[in-house]
């Protein structure tokens, strides 16, 4: 299907035509167009055009004004204020236009990005042998929705999930498990995500227990640890079924998100152990890096302690060892100059940005970061108790990620069974229905909220029909459905030739607007703008179902079959929108 011009593309067309007929400087001038609440758009921009061609911008706004073609699209263009347009569209513009799209449902006529590129989005950074929590919540969602977005925009996303997998921990995990060889035999041939991270969980306490008692196996696990780096088989053996072992808890728990996580998109620490020695190498010799007290270090003129002093970016310890900031740059090379991306984007706890600031720089002055490739630190807040403060349990531990998706999916089940009066679901159905309920309500509690903001994690507000929830969307969506079902043999039909009562204009230039909201969203990475959209279109549409009757009292029936084709179109943007935040659209509610 081809792409459909959106109304404020058309009407944004002929002003600009209009303006540089006008005036011969005001050719390829924004006429800064926008909704309205006076008509349906406004344009401002020849205020500031008049000032810069030192002429009344009311006597320009009224030559643009007879410049400006009438009757198709634009019905009625008026001259307001010391120079505003305001400018009302005809209701067979937004009909056809409506139509157009609906005839699209797979992207409902919205375009592709005029020069993709190629994106790598790190997110939802687990760590081996340890159970994720809510703070590992953020950054799972918030990426998964980024990633969906860009695809959505024709945008080559590579997924990258960069688990904790080296480090010190694990010579002691693998010491322990050498010397206690079955602690981690399965007595089952199945064993669930959350059995094998309970196993790793138990384990790794007891080898934290021995670690901190016995002083010769704490130095037999150091040496581990030089094994592991050195790449001794059996130690990486060993290694690798923790990986293995925890990598079946993290599918687990992203199944239960409804996320799709693939094999090759997990590349750990250790995946980029190889050029650490190259990374450090090119660092030094370049003079990005210099040696401080025995230490690989970074310098930055702006980036100083309580004390007045320089902090640097530690590249290599005085040991020898490798910290964070060395498997980073590490991975900013690969993802540049093997995966040939144009963008990263890393979306992290915002309590890492100075990290990432200073890695960014070092890249920067490395040469592998420029023009023609840019970082981004997506930056999240934290998820906080109903208190405003960090989420934690009543014994003052982190929240287990899977007993907040449990408790949130037995929440919304009880909603489902509640709203089902009528017994039509069967159990299986509820439990179908609670789950996607469930989880779409987290999801949609992270995503409404700017993602650089905390927010307050309250499931009974979650999973209610009211307010700006995605029950309220969801809701929203399967009444649509509803309708369709019960409207018989009147089927959607577009009806350009018929007036639209102004909650129908309303619906119609909303729903128009999802192909830029889309483009903002992927744009700027920002979920939350197409969640608020998205709410707004639930909203009008519940507007418009109170004051335009579709089924009964039943209207006429041309009148019927356009409200029946608002009502689908409405059903098919939320669909997509919902979709594209990682949240379902269940059929009944």
Same mark, same amino acid.
């Given at each position: 299907?081809?792409?459909?011009?959106?109304?404020?593309?058309?009407?944004?067309?002929?002003?600009?035509?209009?303006?540089?007929?006008?005036?011969?400087?005001?050719?390829?001038?924004?006429?800064?167009?926008?909704?309205?609440?006076?008509?349906?758009?406004?344009?401002?921009?020849?205020?500031?055009?008049?000032?810069?061609?030192?002429?009344?911008?009311?006597?320009?706004?009224?030559?643009?004004?007879?410049?400006?073609?009438?009757?198709?699209?634009?019905?009625?263009?008026?001259?307001?204020?010391?120079?505003?347009?305001?400018?009302?569209?005809?209701?067979?513009?937004?009909?056809?236009?409506?139509?157009?799209?609906?005839?699209?449902?797979?992207?409902?006529?919205?375009?592709?990005?005029?020069?993709?590129?190629?994106?790598?989005?790190?997110?939802?950074?687990?760590?081996?042998?340890?159970?994720?929590?809510?703070?590992?919540?953020?950054?799972?969602?918030?990426?998964?929705?980024?990633?969906?977005?860009?695809?959505?925009?024709?945008?080559?996303?590579?997924?990258?999930?960069?688990?904790?997998?080296?480090?010190?921990?694990?010579?002691?995990?693998?010491?322990?498990?050498?010397?206690?060889?079955?602690?981690?035999?399965?007595?089952?041939?199945?064993?669930?995500?959350?059995?094998?991270?309970?196993?790793?969980?138990?384990?790794?306490?007891?080898?934290?227990?021995?670690?901190?008692?016995?002083?010769?196996?704490?130095?037999?696990?150091?040496?581990?640890?030089?094994?592991?780096?050195?790449?001794?088989?059996?130690?990486?053996?060993?290694?690798?079924?923790?990986?293995?072992?925890?990598?079946?808890?993290?599918?687990?728990?992203?199944?239960?998100?409804?996320?799709?996580?693939?094999?090759?998109?997990?590349?750990?620490?250790?995946?980029?152990?190889?050029?650490?020695?190259?990374?450090?190498?090119?660092?030094?010799?370049?003079?990005?890096?210099?040696?401080?007290?025995?230490?690989?270090?970074?310098?930055?003129?702006?980036?100083?302690?309580?004390?007045?002093?320089?902090?640097?970016?530690?590249? *290599?310890?005085?040991? /020898?060892?490798?910290? @964070? %900031?060395?498997?980073?740059? =590490? +991975?900013? &090379? $690969?993802?540049? !100059?093997? #995966?040939?991306?144009?963008?990263?984007?890393?979306?992290?706890?915002?309590?890492?940005?100075?990290?990432?600031?200073?890695?960014?720089?070092?890249?920067?002055?490395?040469?592998?970061?420029?023009?023609?490739?840019?970082?981004?630190?997506?930056?999240?807040?934290?998820?906080?108790?109903?208190?405003?403060?960090?989420?934690?349990?009543?014994?003052?531990?982190?929240?287990?990620?899977?007993?907040?998706?449990?408790?949130?999916?037995?929440?919304?089940?009880?909603?489902?069974?509640?709203?089902?009066?009528?017994?039509?679901?069967?159990?299986?159905?509820?439990?179908?229905?609670?789950? *996607?309920?469930?989880? /779409?309500?987290?999801? @949609? %509690?992270?995503?409404?909220? =700017? +993602?650089? &903001? $905390?927010?307050? !994690?309250? #499931?009974?507000?979650?999973?209610?029909?009211?307010?700006?929830?995605?029950?309220?969307?969801?809701?929203?969506?399967?009444?649509?459905?509803?309708?369709?079902?019960?409207?018989?043999?009147?089927?959607?039909?577009?009806?350009?030739?018929?007036?639209?009562?102004?909650?129908?204009?309303?619906?119609?230039?909303?729903?128009?607007?999802?192909?830029?909201?889309?483009?903002?969203?992927?744009?700027?990475?920002?979920?939350?703008?197409?969640?608020?959209?998205?709410?707004?279109?639930?909203?009008?549409?519940?507007?418009?179902?109170?004051?335009?009757?579709?089924?009964?009292?039943?209207?006429?029936?041309?009148?019927?079959?356009?409200?029946?084709?608002?009502?689908?179109?409405? +059903?098919?943007?939320?669909?997509?929108?919902?979709?594209?935040?990682?949240?379902?659209?269940?059929?009944?509610?």
């Amino acid at each position: 299907m081809a792409p459909v011009t959106s109304l404020t593309d058309l009407v944004q067309q002929r002003l600009a035509d209009a303006l540089a007929s006008a005036l011969a400087e005001a050719d390829g001038v924004d006429p800064l167009l926008r909704r309205s609440d006076r008509a349906d758009f406004q344009a401002n921009g020849i205020l500031a055009l008049a000032k810069k061609a030192k002429a009344n911008p009311r006597e320009l706004a009224t030559q643009v004004v007879s410049g400006v073609v009438t009757g198709d699209v634009i019905k009625d263009i008026e001259v307001s204020g010391p120079g505003f347009l305001n400018i009302t569209l005809t209701d067979s513009a937004i009909t056809e236009n409506l139509a157009a799209r609906y005839a699209d449902p797979d992207r409902l006529g919205v375009p592709f990005a005029e020069n993709p590129g190629t994106t790598v989005v790190d997110y939802a950074q687990p760590n081996v042998a340890k159970e994720m929590h809510v703070g590992h919540l953020r950054s799972a969602v918030i990426g998964d929705a980024v990633v969906q977005l860009l695809e959505f925009t024709g945008e080559t996303v590579v997924r990258r999930h960069h688990i904790g997998d080296w480090g010190t921990q694990f010579g002691m995990l693998i010491q322990y498990l050498d010397e206690h060889p079955h602690e981690l035999d399965h007595k089952d041939a199945q064993v669930s995500g959350e059995e094998a991270m309970s196993n790793l969980d138990r384990l790794y306490k007891a080898a934290r227990k021995h670690f901190d008692s016995d002083e010769e196996f704490k130095t037999r696990a150091r040496r581990r640890v030089v094994d592991l780096q050195a790449g001794d088989p059996h130690t990486l053996a060993v290694w690798q079924k923790f990986v293995d072992e925890s990598k079946i808890y993290f599918f687990s728990v992203f199944e239960k998100l409804d996320m799709e996580v693939r094999d090759p998109d997990i590349v750990g620490e250790s995946g980029y152990n190889d050029m650490l020695a190259e990374t450090c190498r090119l660092l030094e010799e370049s003079g990005v890096a210099v040696r401080s007290e025995g230490a690989l270090c970074v310098f930055f003129d702006d980036v100083k302690g309580p004390d007045g002093n320089p902090v640097p970016l530690i590249v *290599q310890k005085s040991d /020898g060892g490798y910290g @964070y %900031a060395a498997t980073d740059l =590490s +991975a900013i &090379r $690969d993802r540049v !100059f093997n #995966l040939k991306a144009n963008t990263l984007v890393y979306v992290v706890d915002a309590r890492q940005s100075l990290h990432f600031k200073m890695v960014f720089e070092t890249a920067r002055r490395a040469g592998w970061l420029g023009d023609d490739v840019k970082a981004h630190q997506l930056a999240f807040g934290t998820v906080l108790g109903k208190d405003g403060k960090p989420f934690k349990t009543r014994e003052g531990e982190t929240v287990k990620l899977v007993d907040l998706l449990d408790e949130a999916i037995e929440r919304a089940t009880a909603v489902v069974r509640e709203k089902d009066t009528l017994g039509q679901l069967s159990e299986a159905d509820i439990a179908e229905r609670g789950t *996607q309920v469930g989880v /779409g309500a987290v999801k @949609y %509690a992270d995503l409404s909220t =700017s +993602a650089n &903001r $905390d927010y307050k !994690f309250d #499931l009974d507000q979650m999973v209610s029909l009211n307010g700006d929830t995605s029950v309220y969307l969801q809701y929203a969506y399967a009444r649509i459905q509803s309708i369709l079902r019960k409207a018989g043999e009147v089927r959607p039909s577009a009806h350009p030739e018929l007036e639209l009562a102004e909650a129908e204009r309303a619906l119609g230039l909303h729903v128009d607007a999802f192909a830029e909201t889309a483009a903002e969203a992927a744009t700027e990475y920002a979920p939350h703008k197409l969640a608020a959209y998205l709410y707004q279109l639930a909203s009008l549409f519940t507007t418009f179902y109170d004051q335009c009757p579709v089924i009964k009292p039943a209207p006429p029936k041309d009148i019927a079959e356009n409200r029946l084709f608002l009502s689908d179109v409405t +059903a098919k943007t939320l669909h997509r929108g919902m979709a594209l935040l990682g949240i379902r659209t269940p059929e009944r509610l």
